[in-house]
């Protein structure tokens, strides 16, 4: 009797032959699967298979269920639109003076002028390039600095970790804001842009916490069995750490990145409202504070505008961070929400 094509597999055959499909069938009527491997034959129908997912699509689900997080990402989203287009479109250049003094907002100016008559919404967008910039450039620079260190001293161990790690330690024991402050001030006299030198700077002094994690897992990852077959492969140490160790530790690196840009974006706000920053006339969120610090009472749109933008953005990128967290956490039963 010829085989029916149409008759289900068996589970072992089809293991072999077809280990992942999309639909199924029960009771004869095909049906969209879901699930993570093969179903079994329900009373009275057939037998159902179940397509499998993969990592990318497991971290999507996760995140999906994380509203906060979601929620964070558009806000993150619609700000960074704003301070890339925003100041193109305005009509108003973010050093146009007008000598009309501060004015509260208006139909011309929605969000008012400062004390030189300078259009404040544009100054906001235009603060909003430099900060993110700046939050964004700091991030990356320590991610990348982090990482090389961490895996390195997690991979080889002995001596290379233990000089590695007293380096970070004998950094991560400097003095930060008096250093940025010191430092400022010299490329300052040098006649540097503070605009470049500041991410600069603190790229160079945020890394410390990305190579301990990194180096944390790469202690451990170097011990499992799939590294021990790649070693008696003969796969060298830079495949063995691109291709295996790396990638099982990306999670760490992504959330600590996230949260980096929050945290140089104060800092950076920090030092500009101290006047060690981002000097004028470039605006930035933090100088925009400072110099609100003398018309606060009698202009205190001045102060509220960039105020409420370094919170909502640090806010956004810390719920962030934190959905992508448990995202990327595969022993994350429940997300919350």
């Known amino acids: 009797?010829?085989?029916?094509?149409?008759?289900?597999?068996?589970?072992?055959?089809?293991?072999?032959?077809?280990?992942?499909?999309?639909?199924?069938?029960r009771n004869g009527t095909t049906v969209p699967l879901q699930g993570l491997d093969r179903g079994p034959t329900e009373p009275g129908g057939d037998l159902i298979y179940v397509a499998g997912r993969t990592q990318w699509e497991m971290f999507a689900r996760r995140f999906s269920r994380h509203r906060l997080a979601l929620a964070s990402a558009c806000v993150l989203v619609l700000l960074f639109a704003i301070a890339i287009v925003g100041p193109t479109v305005s009509p108003y250049k973010y050093d146009q003076i007008e000598y009309t003094g501060a004015k509260p907002p208006s139909i011309q100016h929605l969000m008012g002028t400062d004390e030189l008559g300078r259009d404040e919404l544009t100054r906001l967008m235009q603060g909003g390039r430099v900060s993110l910039m700046v939050g964004i450039v700091v991030a990356v620079l320590s991610a990348a600095i982090g990482t090389l260190v961490g895996m390195v001293a997690g991979y080889y161990?002995?001596?290379?970790?233990?000089?590695?790690?007293?380096?970070?330690?004998?950094?991560?024991?400097l003095p930060l804001l008096p250093l940025l402050m010191v430092a400022g001030l010299v490329f300052s006299d040098l006649g540097w842009d503070s605009l470049y030198v500041i991410p600069l700077i603190l790229g160079l002094l945020e890394w410390m916490a990305v190579?301990?994690?990194?180096?944390?897992?790469?202690l451990a990852l170097r011990e499992k069995e799939f590294v021990e077959a790649a070693h008696a492969m003969g796969a060298s140490d830079w495949r063995i750490i691109t291709r295996h160790l790396l990638p099982n530790s990306i999670a760490p690196i992504v959330v600590n990145t996230t949260l980096v840009v929050g945290a140089a974006i104060i800092v950076e706000s920090v030092l500009s409202f101290l006047g060690f920053g981002i000097q004028p006339p470039t605006p930035s969120w933090g100088n925009?504070?400072?110099?609100?610090?003398?018309t606060m009472v009698v202009s205190p749109w001045l102060m509220w505008a960039p105020g409420v933008a370094i919170v909502l953005t640090?806010?956004?990128?810390?719920f962030l961070g934190d959905g992508l967290r448990d995202a990327l956490d595969p022993t994350q039963v429940r997300v919350r929400e």
């Open 1 to 25: 009797m010829p085989n029916d094509p149409n008759k289900p597999k068996p589970v072992d055959q089809a293991t072999q032959e077809a280990p992942f499909v999309t639909e199924g069938t």
């Open 157 to 173: 161990g002995g001596r290379v970790d233990n000089v590695l790690m007293r380096f970070t330690d004998m950094v991560l024991a």
């Open 288 to 294: 925009m504070l400072s110099g609100a610090r003398s």
């Open 211 to 218: 190579a301990r994690l990194v180096r944390g897992s790469f």
């Open 314 to 318: 640090v806010l956004s990128v810390n």
